[in-house]
């Protein structure tokens, strides 16, 4: 079962990435290879984890040697606890980026953007798009920013060329930011990383991915854009300036506010996303407790939290589940171990790791090295910052490569190929400077 369980798991992984093609929702395939997984495991017995350091604890937490029991009430459940730290926070965060949205708060942004030289707004569009992503998320800035240039650039190819950007800057802003990216959320949330030293070790690297291919495609740009005539977002039922601040602001602040409310309770972060979401669900429906039945759901939370993207917090739940039902059998136990012994230079493995994920989800990629390397290395180590920074900008190289990309390619109907002639080498140029950035700045400066 050992040998099965890695099959199962490449070809559950290859209908993944061949989503488009074979028309299969990947959350779907996910759920699936998640169960098939731990059934697998389950069938191979205590067998399977005679030669691995998880076998200890099996004898330790089970004196009656009951591998069922062990299997259902200890290893999965101990899981199951953790990915749920994680979609309970991205349900939270989500939800609040969602209720902005609502209000038209991004519209304090988007309105804000005047010129119409191409370079200049290649650098305005970056740079909104790399802090913006900071706080949010990258996947949620790039469907904003693709949004806003819908509005400001009319050709569709010219369009591209900055959509394409918005994908390596959303990448780059959410790589330093423990709420930024998806992987960097996990790796937080699973007391690997902290704030303040994610944000030291990974900014100038994040922002070096970013600045290197944004310097290199504005020397290609001359002249003014194109209009589209569509300056600002629109609804049936705008908010009132009051209305759409207020949201914003209080939204924005409550996502800050996680980092701290962590480092003052020490309680864990999807509590203080939940604590935000909670206030700001009160003051919305206060603030329209006056409208009609028919407009409130459309800017309170009982309302918003249907359009979040429910099928993506399946596909992080199942994905997770079968890289854990990898970690608790021993592979990736193995994986490391045969990791060290061919390559063995932790930076060198971590641009592998970030390279990798130019083609497959790294969601698991990083999940993966957790299991691997959890009970190796310390909190803070800089195994685990360059983790989060090559997971999070590796995907850049390829637009299949992150969720961000992959939610561009769909709004903007962007080519593969395109974005592989145009855009692929400035963002791994990008990718290595930053991952060479890292490696200097931790032995020079760190002494690491």
Known sequence: MFITMIFVFIAGYAIIALEHPLKVNKSATALLLAITMWLLFALGGEQMLLNTA??????????????????????????????????????????IVELIDSHEGFRIITDKIKTTNKVKLLWVISLITFFLSSVLDNLTTAIVMVALLRKIIGDKKERWFY????????????????????????????????????ILKTFIPSALSMIIPL?????????????????????????????????????????????VFKTLTNLPPYMGILLGLGLLWVVTEVMHKSKNDDYRPMVTVAGVIRRVDTP???????????????????????????????????????????????VVDNVPLVAGAIGMYQNVFPPDHYFWEMLAYC????????????????????MEKIDFIWYLKKVSLWALIGYLAGSIAFWAMNLLLFNS
């Not at 591998?67 to 259902?72: A, M």
């Not at 992080?316 to 021993?330: D, E």
């Open 54 to 95: 998880n076998y200890t604890e099996y004898l330790t937490s089970n004196p009656a040697g009951n591998f069922p029991d062990w299997l259902s009430h200890h290893a999965l459940l101990g899981h199951l606890g953790e990915i749920s730290e994680i979609l309970f926070f991205l349900l939270g965060a989500m939800t």
């Open 163 to 198: 959509a394409g950007m918005v994908i390596i800057a959303a990448n780059s802003g959410g790589a330093f930011s423990p709420i930024g990216d998806v992987t960097t959320i996990m790796l937080w949330i699973g007391g690997h990383v902290t704030t303040v030293n994610i």
């Open 215 to 259: 310097a290199l495609l504005s020397v290609t740009m001359k002249g003014n854009i194109l209009k589209s005539g569509k300056t600002s977002f629109t609804h049936e039922n705008s908010t009132t300036p009051f209305e759409r601040n207020l949201v914003f602001f209080l939204g924005i602040g409550l996502l800050l506010f996680v980092p």
């Open 312 to 358: 993506s917090i399946l596909f992080f739940l199942g994905i997770l589940l079968a890289v854990a039902a990898l970690q608790s059998a021993g592979h990736l136990e193995l994986l490391a171990g045969t990791l060290d012994k061919k390559i063995g230079n932790l930076y060198m493995i971590n641009i592998i790791i970030g390279m990798l994920s130019a």
């Open 391 to 410: 997971a999070g900008t590796g995907g850049s190289i390829l637009i299949i490569g992150s969720a961000a990309g992959v939610a561009v390619m769909g």
